[in-house]
């Protein structure tokens, strides 16, 4: 599957179609014309081929994840101790034992910082590497720029059939296209992966049809179709473009390769267990099989982050169980060749209060917040930035949600600084910030 | 330091050519910043939103995009770098030549060899020391190109000039400072030079041309060569929408396509206005009346059907209901039921937007009231508006004068003024259910500054006349009179082209919000009809559509004749459109004969009447419903994809709805089983109701046989149906409408 040829994920759009038929005949077109306009365009090719973005949803603590203080007082440093990374004098929040002792091939960003508060904006920030254009609340889903994922799957797509960008479960709030349109929404893949009946949604076969009477309804398809096509591409039917999709869509369906990606029963038991035998841990390998599929862009959506109380219980039970998945998808990406080739990145919308507060947990916290990076040749062993002695803010090496998208744009190939044209013909700049975290690159 | 030779007379000799005045006001006097050295850095593309012209600008300098801000751009050459950007002593040191000749690394390139005309300007206004242009220079008043229009044949070339009008009445030949762009370059391509060449393909395009903050355009017409002068038989005005689409055809030599069956027409008019498939009965009566005027009722009946209100609210929902996690849901849910009841009532539309821009009172209340809870700022709620209801895109605006647009950021904020007294009680926003109730109501103070100048704005409209407003009176009135006045034409036409652009695939204006000189309609004596229609109809919806669908224009083929193949937006056919997302779940629903339920809406509920998109639905989420998290207004594409297709094809939710014990599919099996129904009986009302018409002989033949392939005893209906069921509902005769 991965050798295959990408193809542009999207189909033409009604405004693209009306452009297409010339537009094919003779080349070039507005789009193309637009897209010339990109004088300073800067591409550098790809390092990494696919990123899985673990998203923490809520904003998980950098003291109990990676950036522990446990020198400051204990209403900053809280219940945990510390554990040793391979890298000397470099420590982990005690229950990340695993990472902890894979440190070289991961890094760890202590620095990043913003100015978003809450959920709704924090998640679009970090989501997007755009800052909400208007101010919003806690509880909002927002979208004023494209996500991260969507802008992958319009810029490298994916095998024909493929959906380029998968969100599991459910959509993150900032995830959606915005103006790239329904073509680069994520594709969301309900369900726990753990439960021994499970599906990757459309496709694979519903539950309870086999294979031959689906076989058996798409030739009595093809029978009674006699619907007319105009082929000549000036035309620009849009009947023919679905019948590319239908096509793509067929050929997923009877790819032997394609279907084994999405069934996580053909994993080793072993394997599976490597990964941890709960949602979250089955997300993560079948967010590998994936990646094997072609897919460019998988986030897995991991909520239950957001710890204004009882912070230390919770984690207590939690940490020690993401600990494992994390580190087995890191090694065993890195036993089969592919993590420097793909980019692995832990993070939520913001870190958490210096202070334990009145109920034992903490509180939302942009100034600081920790981030893990794994993969696509990323130098390992290395924290970047720090955050104050209380860890109160990020105070050397201060980075930029911006920066942040920047790195996962250069990693995969896209130049952070190209223009997108919204269907009105705005310009948008991917991130407005093209500056990558250098420590990253490599 | 003395000039040895003007540059502007050096420049002119170079351009001059017959028929360009011979008046150089400047000629005897060194370049100048604003009038000679802006448009060089414009129209090399030095201060264009990729380069220097981006907020943060490039490699530490920073322009004004399209230099709308003189001060800032001269400050930026002259004042920063340490005097290297531009030295007066050394002019050739100066990094903006050097730069700007590739003498040193540039990220943009050689942009201007030293032996550019436009770099000797350069230098010799860096030399001079950067004169700014005086107050009392004479000001560009317009720019013209010649010729005005243009007829080419394929391939054929015409040069075009560009000449600068100023307030003194003299002009200057500007053709190698202004920029040029095609709308259509496919059809009609222009180079940096002004010079147009026409495609191999018939077609029109608009060639826009620009200097400093003024445009001109030049439409360029390429007939189809065999020109068609007779309409195809069969064509009749029924109209006057008729005859203005046939000019238009004529004039490039298209001719439109055959009428539509009485089928397709059904189906396409339920589609269209109530979004809702035909019954089988319907089909069926449909097309065995033979009274001559029955489309024409068919129109009048759909547009009496409950239906109807639902569907053209889903439209408009899209573009005025906000997220619920801004506003909260409460608000939403009565925005919501206001928007709808205006489509119930067919309110007028000059009313219905009245009514939003003036809206006052309770936002759990009057439903109108959320447009302000959820645009709070002036320079939101004017940029919302007058997308909405003018069919102004003021964006750009509000930041910088847009190269494509007449208006400047001083019209905007005087625009902007009329929504400064706004006042605001109660809980205001907390959302996503705790929002709480919040009243609109007129504030007795509250003002507009201009951002740069700081200078208090009066309210004024953009163009035209509105009522002056009394000292404490609603300035939102005067505002919504100017708006919704018979003289603003934009008002009547931006709405008759989004009714257009739903009943025939496209709008007359592309995208439809979107009127502008430099944006031209492709028939705009159509438009002008329409709006003109609609506007003496008293802005009523239902009688445009009315008007729309009685045009032989709407009852055109899909299908294309050899010779109007390659038109795609003249109307000489109709074209195919895919169903939008809630009117196919409801048509899956209605076929399979299982409901869908949606959170937060009572059991029975259609698609088209949900009053949020924010419930869970993969199926309306594929098929691009407005992104749940996305600010209004918002646009569909209409795109197809891979998903849809995997969605169709492999859905457990429309498998369940197939193979439901309750569903259609079962109960036409056990007609067949119990001898109810014959095998070709259910053929035809599948259909009827999956295409609007009945199968041909052939079609049923290749169903039954299908059948007969089947030879396990007892599930063997069952399974026949539901496998007709799968293939209709995955085919695109059931997807797209003709």
């Given at each position: 599957?991965?050798?295959?040829?990408?193809?542009?994920?999207?189909?033409?759009?009604?405004?693209?179609?009306?452009?297409?038929?010339?537009?094919?005949?003779?080349?070039?077109?507005?789009a193309?014309?637009l897209?010339?306009?990109?004088?300073?365009?800067v591409?550098?090719?790809?390092v990494?081929?696919?990123?899985?973005?673990?998203?923490?949803?809520?904003?998980?603590?950098h003291?109990?994840?990676?950036?522990?203080?446990?020198?400051?007082?204990a209403?900053?440093?809280?219940?945990?101790?510390t554990?040793?990374?391979t890298?000397?004098?470099?420590?982990?929040?005690?229950?990340?034992?695993?990472?902890?002792?894979?440190?070289?091939?991961?890094?760890?960003?202590?620095?990043?910082?913003h100015?978003?508060?809450?959920?709704?904006a924090g998640?679009?920030?970090?989501?997007?590497?755009?800052p909400p254009?208007?101010?919003?609340?806690?509880?909002?889903?927002?979208s004023?720029?494209?996500?991260?994922?969507?802008?992958v799957?319009?810029?490298l797509?994916?095998?024909?059939?493929?959906?380029?960008?998968?969100?599991?479960?459910?959509?993150a709030?900032?995830?959606g296209?915005?103006?790239l349109?329904e073509?680069?929404?994520p594709?969301v893949?309900?369900?726990?992966?753990?439960?021994?009946?499970?599906?990757v949604?459309?496709?694979?076969l519903?539950?309870?049809?086999?294979?031959?009477?689906?076989?058996?309804?798409?030739?009595?398809?093809?029978?009674?179709?006699?619907?007319?096509?105009?082929?000549?591409?000036?035309?620009?039917?849009?009947?023919?473009?679905?019948?590319?999709?239908?096509?793509?869509?067929?050929?997923?369906?009877?790819?032997?390769?394609?279907?084994?990606?999405?069934?996580?029963?053909?994993?080793?038991?072993r394997?599976?267990?490597?990964?941890?035998?709960?949602?979250f841990g089955q997300?993560?390998?079948l967010?590998?099989r994936?990646?094997?599929?072609?897919?460019?862009?998988?986030?897995?959506?991991?909520?239950?982050?957001?710890h204004?109380?009882?912070?230390?219980?919770?984690?207590?039970?939690?940490?020690?169980?993401?600990?494992?998945?994390?580190?087995a998808?890191?090694?065993d990406l890195?036993?089969?060749?592919?993590?420097?080739s793909t980019?692995?990145?832990?993070l939520?919308?913001?870190?958490r209060?210096?202070?334990?507060?009145?109920d034992?947990?903490?509180?939302?916290?942009?100034?600081a917040?920790?981030?893990?990076?794994?993969?696509?040749?990323?130098?390992g062993?290395q924290?970047?930035?720090?955050?104050?002695?209380?860890?109160f803010?990020?105070?050397?090496?201060?980075?930029?949600p911006?920066?942040?998208?920047?790195?996962?744009?250069?990693?995969?190939?896209i130049?952070?600084?190209?223009?997108?044209?919204?269907?009105?013909?705005?310009?948008?700049?991917?991130?407005?910030?093209p500056?990558p975290?250098?420590?990253?690159?490599? | 330091?003395?000039?040895?030779?003007?540059?502007?007379?050096?420049?002119?000799?170079?351009l001059?050519?017959?028929?360009?005045?011979?008046?150089?006001?400047?000629?005897?006097?060194?370049?100048?910043?604003?009038r000679?050295?802006?448009?060089?850095l414009?129209?090399?593309?030095?201060?264009?939103?990729?380069?220097?012209?981006?907020a943060?600008?490039?490699?530490?300098?920073?322009?004004?995009?399209?230099?709308?801000?003189?001060?800032f751009?001269h400050?930026?050459?002259?004042?920063?770098?340490?005097?290297?950007?531009?030295?007066?002593e050394?002019?050739?040191?100066?990094?903006l030549?050097?730069?700007?000749?590739?003498s040193?690394?540039h990220?943009?390139?050689?942009?201007l060899?030293?032996?550019?005309?436009?770099?000797?300007?350069?230098?010799?206004?860096?030399?001079?020391?950067?004169?700014?242009?005086?107050?009392?220079?004479?000001?560009?008043?317009?720019?013209?190109?010649?010729?005005?229009?243009?007829?080419?044949?394929?391939?054929?070339?015409?040069?075009?000039?560009?000449?600068?009008?100023?307030?003194?009445?003299?002009?200057?030949?500007?053709t190698?400072l202004?920029?040029?762009?095609?709308?259509?370059?496919?059809?009609?391509?222009?180079?940096?030079?002004?010079?147009?060449?026409?495609?191999?393909?018939?077609?029109?395009?608009?060639?826009?041309?620009?200097?400093?903050?003024?445009?001109?355009?030049?439409?360029i017409?390429?007939?189809?060569?065999?020109?068609?002068?007779q309409?195809?038989?069969?064509?009749?005005?029924?109209n006057?929408?008729?005859?203005?689409?046939?000019?238009?055809?004529?004039?490039?030599?298209?001719?439109?396509?055959?009428?539509a069956?009485?089928?397709?027409?059904?189906r396409?008019?339920?589609?269209?206005?109530?979004?809702?498939l035909p019954?089988?009965?319907?089909?069926?009566a449909?097309?065995?009346?033979?009274?001559?005027?029955?489309?024409?009722?068919?129109v009048?009946?759909?547009?009496?059907?409950?239906?109807?209100?639902?569907f053209?609210?889903?439209k408009w929902t899209?573009?005025?209901?906000?997220?619920?996690?801004?506003?909260g849901?409460?608000?939403?849910?009565?925005?919501?039921?206001?928007?709808?009841?205006?489509?119930?009532?067919?309110r007028?539309?000059?009313?219905f937007?009245?009514?939003?821009?003036?809206?006052?009172?309770?936002?759990?209340?009057?439903?109108?009231t959320?447009f302000?809870?959820?645009r709070?700022?002036?320079?939101?709620?004017?940029?919302?508006?007058?997308?909405?209801?003018?069919g102004?895109?003021?964006?750009?605006?509000?930041?910088?004068?847009?190269p494509?647009?007449?208006?400047?950021?001083?019209?905007?904020?005087?625009?902007?003024?009329?929504?400064?007294?706004?006042?605001?009680?109660?809980?205001?926003?907390?959302a996503?259910?705790?929002?709480?109730?919040?009243?609109?109501?007129?504030?007795?103070s509250?003002?507009?500054?201009?951002?740069?100048?700081?200078k208090?704005?009066?309210?004024?409209?953009?163009?035209?006349?509105?009522?002056?407003?009394?000292?404490?009176?609603?300035?939102?009135e005067?505002?919504a009179?100017?708006?919704?006045?018979?003289?603003?034409?934009?008002f009547?036409?931006?709405?008759?082209?989004?009714?257009?652009?739903?009943?025939?695939?496209?709008g007359?204006v592309?995208?439809?919000?979107?009127?502008?000189?430099?944006?031209?309609?492709?028939?705009?004596?159509?438009?002008?009809?329409?709006?003109?229609?609609?506007?003496?109809?008293?802005?009523?919806?239902k009688?445009?559509?009315?008007?729309?669908?009685a045009?032989?224009?709407?009852?055109?083929?899909?299908?294309?004749?050899?010779?109007?193949?390659?038109?795609?937006?003249?109307?000489?056919?109709?074209?195919?459109?895919?169903?939008?997302?809630?009117?196919?779940?409801?048509?899956?629903?209605?076929?399979?004969?299982?409901?869908e339920?949606f959170?937060?809406?009572?059991p029975?509920s259609r698609a088209?009447?949900?009053w949020?998109?924010?419930?869970e639905?993969?199926?309306?989420?594929?098929?691009?419903?407005?992104?749940?998290?996305?600010?209004p207004?918002c646009?569909?594409?209409?795109?197809?994809?891979?998903?849809q297709?995997?969605?169709?094809?492999?859905?457990?939710?429309?498998?369940?709805?197939?193979s439901?014990e309750?569903?259609?599919a079962?109960?036409l099996a056990?007609?067949i089983?119990?001898g109810?129904?014959?095998?070709?009986?259910?053929?035809?009302?599948l259909?009827l109701r999956?295409?609007?018409?009945?199968?041909?002989p052939?079609?049923?033949?290749?169903c039954?046989?299908?059948?007969?392939?089947?030879?396990?005893?007892?599930l063997?209906?069952?399974?026949?149906v539901?496998?007709m069921?799968?293939a209709?509902l995955?085919?695109p005769?059931?997807?797209?409408?003709?």
């Amino acid at each position: 599957m991965a050798s295959h040829k990408r193809a542009p994920f999207h189909g033409p759009s009604r405004r693209d179609s009306l452009q297409l038929g010339l537009t094919a005949l003779l080349g070039g077109g507005l789009a193309t014309a637009l897209r010339a306009t990109d004088a300073i365009e800067v591409n550098r090719p790809a390092v990494a081929k696919a990123c899985i973005l673990i998203w923490m949803d809520g904003g998980p603590t950098h003291y109990e994840t990676f950036d522990p203080k446990p020198d400051a007082p204990a209403e900053y440093r809280g219940e945990f101790k510390t554990v040793a990374t391979t890298t000397p004098g470099v420590f982990f929040s005690e229950h990340m034992k695993k990472l902890a002792a894979q440190f070289g091939k991961l890094s760890v960003i202590r620095s990043i910082r913003h100015d978003q508060g809450n959920h709704g904006a924090g998640n679009h920030y970090m989501m997007t590497g755009a800052p909400p254009r208007i101010p919003v609340g806690c509880g909002a889903f927002v979208s004023f720029h494209p996500s991260m994922g969507s802008v992958v799957s319009h810029e490298l797509g994916a095998p024909p059939g493929v959906p380029p960008y998968f969100s599991m479960s459910g959509m993150a709030r900032s995830g959606g296209p915005n103006f790239l349109g329904e073509s680069h929404a994520p594709f969301v893949v309900d369900g726990d992966p753990n439960n021994p009946n499970f599906r990757v949604r459309d496709v694979q076969l519903p539950s309870g049809m086999v294979s031959l009477r689906h076989e058996r309804r798409a030739s009595f398809r093809r029978q009674i179709d006699t619907y007319r096509r105009d082929l000549d591409k000036a035309v620009a039917d849009p009947a023919v473009a679905l019948d590319q999709h239908y096509n793509q869509a067929a050929d997923l369906m009877q790819s032997e390769s394609a279907q084994a990606a999405f069934d996580l029963t053909r994993e080793p038991l072993r394997v599976r267990e490597l990964y941890g035998r709960n949602a979250f841990g089955q997300r993560a390998l079948l967010a590998r099989r994936l990646v094997e599929a072609g897919v460019p862009f998988i986030t897995i959506n991991d909520g239950g982050w957001d710890h204004h109380s009882k912070l230390f219980e919770a984690l207590n039970k939690r940490l020690p169980a993401w600990d494992q998945t994390v580190a087995a998808l890191i090694t065993d990406l890195d036993q089969r060749g592919m993590l420097d080739s793909t980019l692995v990145i832990a993070l939520g919308e913001f870190g958490r209060t210096p202070q334990v507060n009145k109920d034992g947990g903490r509180d939302h916290w942009s100034n600081a917040m920790s981030v893990l990076w794994a993969g696509g040749k990323t130098p390992g062993g290395q924290v970047i930035g720090s955050t104050d002695k209380k860890g109160f803010s990020a105070f050397e090496r201060v980075l930029s949600p911006e920066n942040f998208a920047s790195t996962i744009y250069r990693k995969l190939g896209i130049n952070p600084d190209k223009l997108l044209y919204s269907p009105n013909g705005r310009p948008n700049l991917i991130v407005s910030d093209p500056n990558p975290i250098r420590e990253l690159m490599g | 330091m003395i000039q040895a030779f003007s540059p502007l007379v050096w420049l002119s000799l170079a351009l001059l050519v017959p028929g360009a005045e011979n008046a150089l006001p400047n000629s005897s006097k060194a370049p100048t910043f604003e009038r000679d050295i802006q448009p060089i850095l414009t129209r090399h593309g030095c201060n264009a939103g990729p380069c220097h012209g981006k907020a943060r600008g490039q490699n530490g300098f920073a322009l004004s995009l399209f230099a709308y801000d003189h001060d800032f751009d001269h400050a930026s050459i002259f004042g920063q770098a340490r005097g290297r950007r531009a030295n007066p002593e050394s002019p050739d040191e100066s990094l903006l030549l050097r730069k700007a000749a590739g003498s040193m690394a540039h990220g943009g390139g050689r942009k201007l060899p030293t032996d550019h005309a436009d770099y000797q300007v350069l230098r010799a206004w860096v030399a001079a020391g950067g004169p700014r242009t005086p107050e009392s220079a004479p000001k560009l008043s317009k720019i013209t190109v010649n010729p005005e229009r243009r007829l080419l044949e394929p391939k054929a070339s015409q040069p075009l000039q560009v000449t600068a009008h100023w307030s003194d009445g003299s002009t200057t030949e500007v053709t190698s400072l202004a920029l040029f762009s095609s709308s259509e370059s496919v059809i009609a391509a222009v180079d940096p030079k002004g010079m147009v060449k026409a495609g191999p393909l018939p077609g029109e395009a608009a060639i826009m041309a620009r200097y400093m903050d003024q445009f001109a355009v030049c439409p360029i017409l390429i007939p189809q060569k065999s020109s068609a002068k007779q309409a195809k038989s069969g064509w009749q005005a029924n109209n006057r929408i008729d005859s203005l689409v046939l000019n238009k055809l004529n004039e490039l030599g298209l001719e439109p396509s055959g009428t539509a069956s009485d089928a397709m027409f059904l189906r396409r008019a339920h589609l269209d206005i109530i979004g809702t498939l035909p019954t089988p009965i319907e089909v069926e009566a449909f097309l065995v009346d033979q009274s001559t005027n029955k489309r024409s009722k068919l129109v009048d009946t759909l547009l009496t059907r409950p239906e109807y209100a639902d569907f053209w609210a889903n439209k408009w929902t899209d573009l005025l209901r906000p997220n619920p996690y801004h506003v909260g849901i409460k608000a939403v849910m009565n925005y919501d039921a206001w928007i709808r009841d205006q489509f119930r009532q067919n309110r007028p539309y000059d009313q219905f937007v009245r009514d939003i821009l003036t809206s006052k009172g309770s936002t759990f209340e009057d439903g109108s009231t959320v447009f302000y809870r959820n645009r709070r700022e002036p320079e939101e709620l004017t940029t919302m508006a007058c997308q909405l209801f003018l069919g102004i895109r003021l964006d750009c605006a509000k930041c910088h004068h847009h190269p494509f647009e007449v208006y400047s950021q001083a019209d905007f904020f005087s625009l902007a003024a009329y929504f400064s007294r706004i006042g605001r009680k109660g809980v205001g926003i907390s959302a996503p259910i705790s929002g709480g109730e919040e009243t609109i109501l007129v504030a007795s103070s509250g003002s507009v500054n201009h951002p740069i100048t700081g200078k208090l704005m009066q309210p004024a409209p953009l163009y035209g006349k509105a009522p002056e407003v009394a000292p404490d009176a609603d300035l939102r009135e005067s505002f919504a009179t100017w708006v919704t006045s018979p003289e603003n034409l934009n008002f009547s036409k931006v709405m008759a082209n989004r009714v257009w652009a739903e009943l025939m695939s496209r709008g007359i204006v592309e995208p439809v919000d979107d009127l502008r000189a430099t944006n031209p309609p492709t028939n705009g004596p159509l438009l002008d009809h329409l709006a003109e229609t609609f506007r003496q109809g008293g802005y009523d919806i239902k009688k445009l559509i009315r008007h729309i669908c009685a045009s032989h224009t709407y009852a055109l083929e899909s299908k294309p004749e050899e010779n109007n193949r390659l038109d795609n937006r003249n109307f000489a056919r109709h074209y195919r459109q895919r169903l939008r997302a809630e009117v196919l779940l409801d048509a899956v629903s209605d076929i399979t004969g299982v409901p869908e339920t949606f959170q937060g809406m009572p059991p029975g509920s259609r698609a088209i009447q949900a009053w949020t998109v924010r419930f869970e639905s993969q199926f309306l989420d594929a098929f691009g419903r407005p992104d749940p998290n996305q600010d209004p207004p918002c646009e569909r594409l209409g795109q197809t994809t891979v998903v849809q297709a995997l969605h169709l094809m492999n859905s457990p939710n429309l498998e369940r709805k197939i193979s439901e014990e309750k569903g259609r599919a079962k109960a036409l099996a056990d007609a067949i089983t119990t001898g109810k129904k014959q095998p070709d009986q259910v053929v035809r009302e599948l259909y009827l109701r999956a295409y609007g018409r009945p199968p041909l002989p052939a079609e049923t033949e290749k169903c039954l046989s299908q059948l007969d392939s089947l030879t396990k005893k007892g599930l063997k209906n069952r399974e026949w149906v539901e496998d007709m069921m799968w293939a209709l509902l995955n085919s695109p005769e059931f997807v797209f409408k003709d």
